[in-house]
């Protein structure tokens, strides 16, 4: 195939497998930090098969991975990571995270999830 049907093909491919593994997290019942450290594994992998079919780095893989980074946060750090950079997801991408976020790290109230789902809100709309 020629260069730009090449292109125009994989770089499709790379968001749609982007958008797979972010829209996965809500089927996730929980993750372990292992769990996390295996999927941005894959998705480095994925990302390295579709760079050596390109001869270039995918964008939307690298956001993949770095969404999966966030489960390494606490709630908080999380939502001051919001404050502090721009958002790069979602409002409902968010909310998957902190779902698993406080279904994975036992000891945080189920309250305070309500509160910080309200303050991803907030952030979001103030972003806007």
Known sequence: LQEG????????LG???ANIFVRAIKNFKKIS???I??????IFHVEQNLSAIRSKSDPHLMRAQRFYEL????PEE???HLIEHEAEFKLDD???LLNLIYKSQPGYEINSLSDNIASLENILKGKN
């Open 37 to 42: 450290a295996k999927m941005c594994r894959n």
């Open 33 to 35: 930090s292992h769990g």
């Open 15 to 17: 968001f749609m497998i």
């Open 71 to 74: 489960l390494h946060k606490k």
């Open 78 to 80: 999380l939502l001051n």
């Open 5 to 12: 049907k090449v292109n125009y093909v994989f770089d499709a």
């Open 94 to 96: 968010y909310t998957n």
